[in-house]
């Protein structure tokens, strides 16, 4: 079992090509595993080594239920299933991964200074809250300009209604989604369409109900303590077992489902102090299968450290993923706009800390943190762009608030532009959350549908603990409600709102300058100057790239301001975005051409202005 299985998965239950079955799973401590085959026959497994048990069978067909039986005595499903129709707690559905017909022979993925992501929960993206639902707005998407989705985990969860977080059957496709067959159909789509697909995967921990794990073997560990109670064992006895699992299951994504990259969510709950880590063993595999299939598979990651060991070489040490999420632009920005000093906000609120993350990407590189009560962070000095993902909202910072107030609820329509225009000046990745293209009014909550009473409790009881502060503007709404998911999704009614229409035109003037002026996408950050102006919160951002150069304007204050350009350029300049015009739904008449007097301009309160050299329009 040391052989890493690049064509096919090794554990679970998996056809091969003459139909035979291969069962296997690891149960260490077991001293008997059955496979139980529901209205058929109960099946011995034979013991390997490592903790493994296995068996080929020929009476298995798809479709056939599952269960594994340890000792004897207690059944569970599959750890490795690929797919739960009955729910959580019911038998695992034996599926052949093989059994579809790609369209995509000429995809061959993306690179990381392509991205432009556009975030999505499967559920509450469009009415349906399917996969299918998604494909029927894949032109939508196309039109905005977007390169990549990035879909919310999948994984299956207790009932319909979850984030994805709570995910507990690793290999599986969420049933209400539509499935295994349903995911491949939308990545097929979105390959035919020129469109990336990014998987969001929750490596750290496993939800609360339906999490049979611990029954087979030592999955978790209590060395470490995470949010979510026992850390994932990738460093203790048997840990070998855990991490075979989560090697195949980031394979399985790739090479079975034609997924372009995962997202791998909060690294900093992951405890590892092997020799080598699961991430750099995680990248090594990866590119050997970039290697043997020709195409490009990425490892972003989300972090709370700061650490650029994380995207470092690792010649250098790091773990060399592709990008890593910068929580701190969007703090800077939120804080600075919103006046929100309350929790990790308390280090924020100051326009000379958008400056440095504008700049720098973390704010927080090596400095004290308030709020952590240490000096915090490392410095990015050497890293391109590319290796940091931005963005002014997402469903953490949205749905994370107790009411789940998206930045359309929290500032005016000035300022969104000017926020969206920041996300899309910097070198770095830029990522949307659904809607925030055209002021989506709807709040994203936090909703579950356990079927545990006793845990439904526990839910809520600890979200009001954790709004204890707020209670006096309300209490939160209830994770359980269906009331509390519909009120999260989407409602795409943009056509009836000239503004929202107007935004909208806007991030795809923004999505349009990134993809096609060389000043705009180029992610290096050796050609770019970042000043302020702090009495009058004005921000100058120069990017250059072999002769073609950007300047923005980024006001910040709350009124009208007169700048100096002549610092920044020798000559006349073409303006191609200001985002105070009629037509993005402002109140100034709409430039085009060459500025000369570049010792006069004006710029609106809240908004941004931005400048190519003339040849370059």
């Not at 989604?177 to 995967?201: P, R």
């Not at 070489?313 to 993923?321: D, M, R, T």
């Not at 356990?450 to 809520?460: I, K, N, T, W």
Request: hydrophobic share 35%; aromatic share 12%; charged share 25%.
């Amino acid at each position: 079992m040391n052989r890493i299985p690049f064509n096919q998965r090794t554990i679970g239950l998996n056809f091969l090509t003459d139909r035979t079955t291969n069962v296997r799973v690891w149960a260490p401590y077991a001293k008997s595993v059955e496979l139980e085959l529901q209205g058929k026959k109960v099946i011995s497994l034979e013991k390997e080594e490592y903790g493994y048990w296995s068996i080929q069978n020929k009476e298995i067909t798809s479709g056939d239920k599952y269960f594994f039986v340890l000792d004897r005595k207690k059944k569970f499903p599959d750890p490795a299933s690929l797919s739960q129709p009955e729910g959580v707690h019911g038998p695992s559905e034996a599926v052949d991964l093989n059994d579809y017909s790609w369209d995509d022979y000429n995809w061959k993925g993306i690179s990381p200074e392509e991205l432009i992501i556009y975030e999505l929960h499967v559920g509450t993206y469009t009415p349906e809250g399917t996969f299918k639902g998604i494909i029927k707005k894949l032109d939508y998407l196309k039109q905005l300009g977007i390169s990549a989705i990035e879909i919310m985990p999948v994984a299956q969860f207790p009932g319909s209604r979850n984030w994805g977080y709570y995910g507990v059957y690793l290999f599986a496709v969420q049933d209400s989604y539509g499935g295994i067959a349903g995911l491949k159909e939308l990545v097929n789509a979105c390959h035919l369409q020129g469109i990336a697909v990014i998987l969001d995967v929750v490596f750290n921990h496993l939800g609360p109900e339906g999490n049979y794990l611990w029954a087979f073997g030592p999955y978790f560990t209590d060395k470490y303590h995470t949010p979510w109670g026992k850390a994932v064992n990738f460093d203790d006895a048997w840990c070998d077992g855990p991490r075979r699992f989560f090697i195949e299951n980031t394979l399985m994504w790739f090479r079975d489902f034609h997924i372009d990259g995962l997202r791998l969510d909060a690294l900093h709950a992951i405890w590892d102090f092997s020799a080598k880590h699961i991430l750099q063993e995680l990248r090594e595999v990866t590119d050997i299968l970039n290697d043997r299939t020709a195409k490009k598979h990425l490892l972003i990651g989300e972090c709370a450290l700061n650490d650029v060991r994380y995207i470092n070489s690792i010649e250098k040490g790091g773990y060399a993923l592709d990008a890593i999420w910068c929580d701190e632009f969007h703090h800077a920005l939120h804080a600075c706009l919103t006046g929100q000093k309350n929790g990790y906000y308390m280090d924020f609120g100051q326009i000379r800390q958008i400056e440095k993350s504008l700049k720098d990407a973390f704010v927080y590189d090596g400095i004290y943190s308030s709020f952590r009560k240490r000096v915090f962070g490392s410095k990015t000095g050497g890293q391109p762009g590319h290796k940091f993902v931005v963005f002014a909202q997402n469903h953490d910072q949205t749905g994370n608030r107790m009411m789940g107030e998206r930045l359309t609820s929290l500032v005016d329509f000035e300022t969104l532009k000017l926020v969206g225009g920041a996300v899309f000046v910097t070198p770095y990745i830029p990522l949307m959350f659904m809607g925030e293209e055209y002021g989506e009014k709807s709040p994203f909550l936090y909703f579950i549908s356990h079927s545990d009473p006793e845990l439904v409790e526990m839910v809520r009881k600890g979200r009001k603990e954790e709004f204890n502060d707020f209670i006096a503007l309300g209490e939160p709404p209830d994770p359980q409600s269906e009331d509390t998911f519909r009120k999260s999704a989407l409602k795409w009614n943009f056509e009836k709102s000239a503004r929202q229409t107007a935004l909208l035109e806007y991030y795809k003037a923004l999505i349009n300058l990134r993809k096609q002026h060389p000043g705009f996408k180029n992610t290096d950050r050796k050609n770019i100057v970042v000043d302020l102006v702090e009495e009058k919160d004005l921000i100058f951002l120069s990017r250059k790239f072999q002769e073609h150069r950007l300047i923005a304007i980024l006001n910040f204050k709350k009124e009208t301001a007169v700048v100096d350009l002549s610092p920044y350029a020798e000559h006349s300049l073409q303006i191609v975005l200001y985002s105070a015009e009629k037509k993005w739904g402002g109140t100034e008449e709409n430039l085009s051409g060459t500025i000369s007097d570049l010792m006069g301009i004006k710029i609106r309160e809240h908004s941004i202005m931005i400048f190519t050299d003339p040849q370059d329009h």
